[in-house]
């Protein structure tokens, strides 16, 4: 969840790229162990790569 907030901070900041990789890392993880927070990241993964396309 670090990671997640991580990324957050990250977006908020204008950081999309340092953004995508600390939510990337954090869904890979939130995924392996089956955590239903996984949706939750993904959705935050779409929206930061869609920052990064439209910039």
Known sequence: MTLG??????EQQGNYNQALDYLQAALEILQRIQ??????VRQMVARVED?????
């Open 5 to 10: 907030w991580l990324g957050g901070m990250a």
């Open 51 to 55: 920052l990064i396309r439209n910039s």
């Open 35 to 40: 955590s239903p927070d996984a949706e939750v």
